[in-house]
């Protein structure tokens, strides 16, 4: 799943064609994995919602249009939807003092994985006029770093989502359509990789093939990440060693009851011979099934013909 993020930039020229797909960008997913998107504008235009707000604006130097218009793309995940994402545009707009203008939630874009599954890449677009009160309310003096970080977790907190971590930290740039396919391909391959790499350290451990197949079957989940692998493998061994520990034990009452009676077999055939059930990892019970046990049934026949 996807983890919280939000990104502003100024609106482009085609935003509206894009964001309405009324010009389909050549990445979308194949039709029969399109989900359906949602498109809100509002009544008037963005420029005459900007005309309106900067008639009120004082004589001097006036905010102009392209420096106005911005836009955030916010990431997402299934669960979410129009609701969800009104409450975050609504909340920007009282924080930030800006007018929105536009809401786009696309889900028809991501990817297909190396199986032929899409691996969808949700998101929303939301525009926003910058200029109201009679002033540009996108400036540093009213917008500070510490706004945006804070609006971030606001965000997050909004969309009951994990925050992504701050990009002074990790210096990353939210990644564009070509970005993301090519950087979700390189983990799966990561993560496929490391799968096999634990599949082959693993074998010959004394682990069934159900633990394998297990293993493998990991490959097929979508929502899997290499940080979440090993909490994953450690579970599958944490399971199947308790499945071994059943079946020892299971072995070693029917191994107790086999000796229980070729106890009392040699006991009536006369024989000296007494069979110890230790364990079945011990080697001197077979040992001795090995060296004893054709003579002890070949008494005990000979007894039954008497």
């Not at 707009?93 to 203008?101: D, F, M, R, S, W």
């Not at 993301?180 to 074998?203: D, H, N, P, T, W």
Request: some cysteine.
């Amino acid at each position: 799943m996807a983890k919280s993020s939000i990104n502003f930039q100024k609106a482009k020229a085609h935003w509206e064609k894009h964001n309405a797909r009324e010009d389909e960008p050549s990445y979308l997913l194949p039709p029969e994995f399109r989900k359906p998107n949602y498109f809100w504008r509002a009544e008037q235009s963005p420029q005459e919602i900007f005309k309106a707000e900067h008639s009120k604006c004082s004589k001097g130097k006036r905010p102009r249009f392209e420096n106005s218009h911005w836009e955030a793309v916010l990431n997402l995940n299934a669960n979410h939807n129009e609701k969800d994402v009104e409450r975050v545009v609504q909340h920007i707009a009282k924080t930030l003092n800006i007018i929105p203008v536009a809401i786009a939630i696309h889900r028809d874009e991501g990817h297909l994985n190396e199986r032929g599954r899409p691996v969808y890449n949700y998101h929303a677009h939301l525009n926003f006029i910058t200029v109201k009160d009679g002033r540009q309310n996108w400036r540093n003096e009213y917008i500070k770093p510490q706004t945006l970080r804070q609006l971030q977790t606001d965000v997050a907190e909004l969309l009951g989502m994990e925050r992504g971590k701050d990009k002074r930290e990790t210096q990353v740039e939210r990644l564009d359509h070509k970005q993301f396919k090519a950087a979700a391909k390189a983990q799966r391959k990561e993560l496929l990789a490391e799968i096999e790499k634990l599949r082959k350290a693993y074998a010959g451990q004394g682990y069934p093939k159900e633990f394998f197949r297990e293993l493998s079957a990991l490959r097929e989940d979508e929502s899997l990440t290499l940080a979440k692998l090993g909490d994953c493998v450690a579970e599958l061994i944490e399971k199947h060693a308790q499945r071994e520990d059943d079946i020892y034990y299971e072995a070693q009452e029917k191994l107790e009851a086999v000796v229980d009676k070729l106890n009392e077999l040699s006991e009536a055939a006369g024989l000296e011979i007494t069979f110890e059930a230790n364990s079945v990892t011990e080697p001197s019970l077979w040992q001795k099934f090995k060296e004893g046990i054709l003579s002890a049934f070949n008494s005990v026949k000979s007894v039954l013909r008497v």
